[in-house]
């Protein structure tokens, strides 16, 4: 295990550490949207009549093909250039900040709110690309229903959103975005930082892909149950637009809430729970494995 330093560290090496963090996240990223997609559909999917994931991904790809799973990758790809370094560079920042010379451990409820605060700041600065990608991943929907899309690419969904709602549209569904993100990386980061070292001071596993895969297992487990409610109230907020009365369906998070427990159940709130871990558990893996390798080869200390 790396010793923790309480020194502020290179100005080099941070710029490292989120060049190498911007290629893991886009691996990961790329390799597991598919699944993204299928999750967010089965969350847009507001019936009770109940609908598996393998039955979403067979109609994308029944009726779009292969590239209809790849829908509103660049906005995702975009997105993670700019949330996944804030975050995991934030978070060893701001790590560093409770380090003293008497002691160099942190304990895991100031783990889980350093996570959430480095969470909540990276996804306030990546919402946008947010909004375009799951506005583009819904469109895919409409395509499949005999509608015609929103939106042509990514620069048509960002000029039309801003010419319709005004610059501030870019960041509709933030709250409910910022509400995920605190929760997602509250379990993300702070569990995997405490689960790895875990595993290796109790000597399961060295600091090696063994220790990163069991890390990022019960990371991906931990921040997919407690921010699967959020999920799916920031899913359905971002995608919704005003209607032709002027009205949205949703007039907050709180609203989205209750709309959704009242007219489609209590468990309504996990939809694409297992879509979202089993994206989640990949991406991880990847990123984490990858990440972690990455700065082993350029020299610096593992995270």
Known sequence: MAPQQAEPEPRSRATNKIALASLSAMVAETSTFPIDITKTRLQLHATTRPISAFQVAAGILRQ????GLYKGLSPAIIRHLLYTPIRTVGYEQLRHAFVSPENHSVSLPTKALIGGISG???????????????RMQADGRMVSQGLEPRY?????????????DGFKGLWRGVFPNIQRAFLVNMGELACYDHAKHLVIRNRIADDNICAHTLASIMSGLTATTISCPADVVKTRMMNQVVDEEGKLKYRSSYDCLMKTVRFEGFR?????????????GPWQFVFWVSYEKLRLIAGLPTF
């Open 64 to 67: 779009q093909g292969v590239p």
């Open 120 to 134: 909540v700041i990276a996804q306030v600065v990546a919402s946008p690309a947010d909004l375009i990608k799951v």
């Open 152 to 164: 042509t690419g990514s620069v048509d969904a960002l000029n039309k959103i801003i010419k319709t």
């Open 268 to 280: 309504a709130l996990w939809k694409g729970f297992f879509p979202t871990w089993a994206r989640l």
